[in-house]
T-cell receptor
């Protein structure tokens, strides 16, 4: 079956870079996503990457995909206090398919 | 673009009553919508896949008679929690599929007293 895992917690200082890691087990995954959830709110799509890509950069966000190791990471450069939230990685086998979420990583940014 | 709304954003109800939650895609049509449930400090669990014009597909362990889903139009799916009990208290989030991506609503917090 599908399994997506993340570390529970990450604490960084404002201005530092944050790296949130995710591992998945299903090698058939075709799309991998990063979502941000602020307290009491829904999910905000941050970025996504197709499985045939190794890297995707979008402003302060860099997504790295190691398909061989089934490892996905999200790097946030110059982390700000507004970045404090829970970050979920998710994978799907294809468009229109359900998402399987990791447990979420709580990012705390200290001033 | 790709905005999804949910209504209500929060609801408190008495045990035994039914609650309807609406999920709307505001600026696009969505043949497929998904309903997720999130328990405190936990990840999201898919409850069901809602397809316009057909019956919803429920995940294992989700009671279809308790969680009624109707996807009557390309922009609206509803989730009705029937005969709600305190254990149904949760954060319910819908998403609507556009092309390859799911866009999420802001969520509805249900509290059953």
């Amino acid at each position: 079956g599908e399994d997506v895992e993340q570390s529970l917690f990450l604490s960084v200082r404002e201005g530092d870079s944050s790296v949130i890691n995710c591992t998945y087990t299903d090698s058939s995954s075709t799309y991998l996503y990063w979502y941000k959830q602020e307290p009491g709110a829904g999910l905000q799509l941050l970025t996504y990457i197709f499985s045939n890509m190794d890297m995707k950069q979008d402003q302060r966000l860099t997504v790295l995909l190691n398909k061989k190791d089934k490892h996905l990471s999200l790097r946030i450069a110059d982390t700000q206090t507004g970045d404090s939230a829970i970050y979920f990685c998710a994978e799907t086998l294809g468009a229109g398919n359900m998402l399987t979420f990791g447990g979420g990583t709580r990012l705390m940014v200290k001033p | 673009g790709a905005v999804v709304s949910q209504h209500p954003s929060w609801v408190i109800c008495k045990s035994g009553t039914s609650v309807k939650i609406e999920c709307r895609s505001l600026d696009f049509q969505a043949t497929t919508m998904f309903w997720y449930r999130q328990f405190p400090k936990q990840s999201l669990m898919l409850m069901a896949t809602s397809n316009e014009g057909s019956k919803a597909t429920y995940e294992q362990g989700v009671e279809k008679d308790k969680f009624l889903i109707n996807h009557a139009s390309l922009t609206l799916s509803t989730l009705t929690v029937t005969s709600a009990h305190p254990e149904d208290s949760s954060f319910y989030i819908c998403s609507a599929l556009q092309a390859d991506t799911q866009y999420f609503g802001p969520g509805t917090r249900l509290t059953v007293l």
